[in-house]
C-alpha cells in the first residue's frame, strides 16, 4: 500500500510531456502541471497560429499567459527527489503483460495512451503528441487503447477494414467488396454502426420503458399488501369486538375465525410477495441489461461494436405483460359482515354463519395485463411508430426497392439481386430488416392502376422462403397474417382461410402490434382512422412487417412504408 501510495504522488508531480518529475513546475489555469521548458517549447510551436493551449486537455489560451513558477509544488517535488524514489515511482508508466505498450517506443516500452484506427498503432503521452499538434494527424480517430487493432486489417489484401458485407454479416476491406463480396449488399462500417447503433438504442429505449412499467407493478404490489394488512387487521378487530358479546359458545367461534383470516392473509400475502420478488427480479436483469448495452453503445471502435452487437443486443421476452389489472379491493368485508349477522342472531344461527364464513373466497384478483388500451386517435398511435426498412435479402427479384429500402415496386424485368437462403423466390413478396416488438405503429402506401392489389402483413421470419405453396404466402399459412387491399374491397388472411372485411376505401392502412398482448390491428387512414380488422392471439416469436405486390393485374404497383414524425 506504501508504494502504490509512492506512485500516485509521483504520477501527479510528473510532466505529461517529458515523463519525467517536474522541473521548475508551471500551472495552467485549466489545472495541469508541466516543466517550464516543457510548455515554453510547447506554445513556441504554436506561435504562428496565436492561439496557445494545454497539451494534455487542448483548453486554449489567448493572449499567451505568463509562467509563473509553482514554488510549493517545487518544494513537493525536491522533497521527493530527497527520498531516493524517483526511478522506483517511474516504473508504473512502463507497460505489462497485461498493458498495451506503446508501438514506437524502443527498449523498455511505455504504457500506451491512446490507440489510433487511421494508423493502426498505440502510443504513450508523449508520442501520442504529433496527433495533436499536426494537423494531417488530428483528423485521425484516437480510441483507449487496444490490443486488437491488428483485427482491423484485411488478412486477403493487408487492407483497414472500413466496409461491412451486409449479406455475409462481417467487416471487409474496400477490395473485398469488388472482389469476393461483389453483388453483395455493403456499406461503410460507419454507416452500419450508426444503424445499429440507432437499433441499439430502440432496445434501450424498450427496456427502460419496462423497467417504468415493472416499477409501477410493483408500486401497485406493495399498495396491495398494506390494503391487505390493513383488512385483515381491521377485520380481526371487529371481529373479536362483536364476538365478546357472546361468552362461551362465541369464544371458540372467534378463535376460529382469527384462525381463517390469519390463513387467508397469509395466503394472499404470501402469493402477492411472489409475483412482486419476480417483478423486481426482471427489473435487476433489464437494468443489467441496459448497462451492457450502454457501455456497448460507447465503443469507439466500429469493428469491435459490431462484433459484440448481436450477441449483446439479444433480448429475452418478458415472461409477464406490460402492467398490473387489479380489482376493486374488497378483502375480508365478507368475513365482518358474517361476523355481524352472527351477533345479531346469535346461537340459531352460529353454524350457518361459521360455514359462511369458511367458504367465502377473499383471494385478492391480482394479474398482470395490458393497462394501456388501444390508441384511439392517429395522434396516439403516432407515439409506437416504427422506421421500417425493408430487407433486400428476402425481396423477390420482381420487385425493386426505393427510397431507402421504404418503397416496393413490381416490374417486369427481374432485379439483380445476389443469391441469398433469406429470399422469396416466387411470391412477389418482401420482408423488414427490422424485428418487431412490444407496441409498434406503421402506416403503409399504396398506389398504381385501377387493379392494383397489395398485401399489408406480418410474419415470423421463419416463414418459408422458396417456392409458390401456401407456406411461403402472406396468409396463406399460420406463419403470417395479411390485410390483401384493393380499390373495391379489403380481405383478411389467416392459415389460408379468407374473411371479407369492410371499411372506406383507403390507399394508406395502419398497422398496430402489441406483441406482448398478442394485438394486431389494421386500420384505413385519411382524415379519420377507422378500424378494418383486428386479431387477438399468441404471438410465439419475433415479427416481421411484409409487403406483397400484385404483378398479374398491373406492373407498376407499388408499396411504400410511410416516414411518420
Given amino acids: 500500500m506504501a508504494e502504490k501510495g509512492v506512485q500516485l504522488d509521483r504520477e501527479i508531480i510528473s510532466c505529461s510531456v517529458c515523463l519525467d518529475l517536474l522541473?521548475?513546475?508551471v500551472t495552467l489555469s485549466c489545472g495541469h502541471n508541466y516543466c517550464m521548458k516543457c510548455t515554453k517549447a510547447h506554445w513556441d510551436g504554436e506561435d504562428e497560429k496565436r492561439i496557445y493551449s494545454c497539451p494534455q486537455c487542448r483548453q486554449t489560451f489567448t493572449p499567451r499567459p505568463v509562467l509563473m513558477k509553482n514554488t510549493m509544488l517545487a518544494v513537493l517535488v525536491e522533497e521527493l527527489k530527497k527520498t531516493g524514489l524517483q526511478a522506483?515511482?517511474?516504473?508504473?508508466?512502463?507497460?505489462?503483460d497485461e498493458d498495451v505498450s506503446c508501438d514506437v517506443c524502443t527498449g523498455r516500452k511505455l504504457k500506451a495512451f491512446k490507440s489510433c484506427l487511421v494508423c493502426l498503432a498505440s502510443f504513450c503521452e508523449k508520442h501520442l503528441q504529433p496527433h495533436y499538434d499536426s494537423p494531417p494527424f488530428q483528423k485521425h480517430q484516437l480510441v483507449e487503447p487496444s490490443k486488437k487493432l491488428q483485427e482491423n486489417i484485411c488478412s486477403l489484401h493487408d487492407e483497414v477494414k472500413k466496409m461491412f458485407c451486409r449479406t455475409d454479416q462481417q467487416s471487409i476491406c474496400y477490395l473485398c467488396s469488388v472482389e469476393e463480396h461483389k453483388g453483395h449488399d455493403t456499406v461503410s462500417a460507419a454507416a452500419e454502426r450508426t444503424e445499429r447503433q440507432r437499433e441499439l438504442e430502440v432496445s434501450r429505449q424498450n427496456i427502460q420503458q419496462r423497467i417504468q412499467d415493472r416499477e409501477k407493478d410493483v408500486k401497485l404490489l406493495q399498495q396491495q399488501l398494506e390494503a391487505i394488512n390493513g383488512s385483515a387487521d381491521k377485520a380481526v378487530k371487529d371481529s373479536e369486538e362483536m364476538l365478546t358479546h357472546i361468552i362461551h359458545l362465541i369464544q371458540k367461534t372467534s378463535r376460529d375465525v382469527e384462525q381463517q383470516i390469519r390463513s387467508q392473509k397469509e395466503t394472499e400475502v404470501s402469493g402477492v410477495k411472489e409475483l412482486k420478488e419476480k417483478l423486481e427480479q426482471e427489473i435487476r436483469e433489464l437494468k443489467r441489461k441496459d448497462a451492457e448495452l450502454k457501455q456497448l453503445s460507447h465503443t469507439e471502435d466500429h469493428n469491435q461494436f459490431l462484433h459484440s452487437y448481436p450477441s449483446v443486443s439479444a433480448l429475452s421476452e418478458s415472461t409477464h405483460s406490460s402492467s398490473m389489472d387489479i380489482r376493486p379491493l374488497r378483502h375480508f368485508e365478507e368475513v365482518t359482515a358474517a361476523v355481524s349477522e352472527l351477533r345479531d342472531h346469535l346461537q340459531d344461527i352460529v353454524r350457518d354463519t361459521w360455514t359462511k364464513i369458511s367458504v367465502t373466497g377473499t383471494q385478492v384478483d391480482v394479474s398482470l395485463?395490458?393497462?394501456?388500451?388501444?390508441?384511439?386517435?392517429?395522434?396516439g398511435f403516432l407515439k409506437y411508430s416504427r422506421q421500417i426498412t425493408l430487407d433486400p435479402n428476402t425481396t423477390?427479384?420482381?420487385l425493386l426497392l426505393s427510397k431507402g429500402n421504404r418503397k416496393v415496386t413490381y416490374m417486369r424485368e427481374q432485379q439483380s439481386y445476389s443469391d441469398h437462403p433469406d429470399r422469396f423466390t416466387e411470391w412477389w413478396q418482401v420482408l423488414s430488416r427490422e424485428s418487431l416488438t412490444g407496441r409498434c405503429y406503421w402506416e403503409v402506401e399504396w398506389r398504381g392502376g385501377i387493379l392494383r392489389r397489395v398485401s399489408v402483413s406480418v410474419a415470423y421470419k421463419n416463414i418459408s422462403r422458396a417456392g409458390d405453396g401456401t407456406e411461403c404466402g402472406f396468409g396463406r399459412n399460420d406463419k403470417s397474417w395479411a390485410l390483401d387491399c384493393s380499390p373495391n374491397c379489403y380481405k383478411f388472411w389467416y392459415n389460408n382461410i379468407q374473411t371479407s372485411v369492410s371499411g372506406p376505401r383507403s390507399s394508406r392502412v395502419g398497422v398496430y402490434l402489441d406483441h406482448s398482448a398478442g394485438i394486431l390491428s389494421f386500420y384505413s387512414v385519411s382524415e379519420t382512422m377507422t378500424?378494418?380488422?383486428?386479431?387477438?392471439?399468441?404471438?410465439?416469436q419475433q415479427i416481421h412487417a411484409g409487403l406483397w405486390v400484385d404483378g398479374w393485374s398491373f406492373v407498376g404497383s407499388s408499396a411504400e412504408l410511410c416516414e411518420l414524425k
Fill in 396 to 398: 423477390n427479384r420482381k
Fill in 531 to 540: 378500424l378494418l380488422h383486428r386479431v387477438q392471439t399468441t404471438f410465439t
Fill in 369 to 379: 395485463s395490458d393497462s394501456q388500451a388501444e390508441p384511439k386517435t392517429r395522434a
Fill in 23 to 25: 522541473k521548475d513546475p
Fill in 88 to 96: 522506483a515511482a517511474a516504473d508504473h508508466c512502463y507497460a505489462g
